[in-house]
């Protein structure tokens, strides 16, 4: 984690309604992804200023900070609902698909760094390559979840179960 970062924001959604927040999750996951796209596209014209440099320091934050807690929530919670119901094909194609982008986002962060200090220069039109995977899976990754893996998950709970998961997201993040 990167100490000039300041802390994360808590995730827009109520704890009481997981599901709620997983999602509004996903909504800030696509709006950083299109930051990130609009400064993949303004980057080569017109370089570094203070505008990219702060897209990119609010790009890094979210990626670095709340975009891994979004996935142990759902490591901890949804993927053993998912394997319960029989469906280990499926969890293990989510649970690889955040190794991947876990990889993706750490190669991607080293310019996105040097963009946030103001020290990016293009090594060229390849350097995007791997911005634009990083999105592409991403939004196939969170149209899987909300299409079959949020519904399955929220038919195997009863009301309980849901209050728990809730908890434990919210005690983990200092919040409860």
């Not at 750490?106 to 220069?121: D, F, H, M, N």
Request: proline content about 6%.
């Amino acid at each position: 984690m990167n100490a000039a970062l300041p802390p994360r924001d808590p995730p827009h959604g109520r704890f009481d309604e997981p599901f709620e927040m997983l999602e509004a999750c996903h909504d800030r996951v696509r709006r950083n992804l299109v930051q990130m796209e609009r400064l993949a596209a303004r980057l080569p014209v017109h370089g570094c200023d203070a505008a990219t440099a702060q897209a990119a320091r609010d790009v890094l934050r979210y990626f670095d900070l709340s975009a891994p807690a979004h996935h142990e929530d759902e490591e901890r919670h949804i993927l053993p609902l998912l394997r319960a119901a029989g469906d280990e094909a499926f969890a293990a194609q989510i649970e690889q698909e955040h190794h991947e982008l876990h990889r993706l986002w750490i190669e991607l962060r080293r310019s996105l760094v040097e963009v946030a200090a103001g020290s990016w220069i293009a090594a060229g039109p390849a350097e995007f390559v791997t911005w634009a995977k990083f999105a592409a899976l991403y939004r196939a990754h969170i149209a899987a979840e909300e299409a079959n893996a949020f519904p399955a998950a929220r038919a195997a709970l009863d009301d309980a179960t849901l209050q728990a998961i809730g908890r434990d997201m919210a005690e983990r993040r200092g919040l409860a």
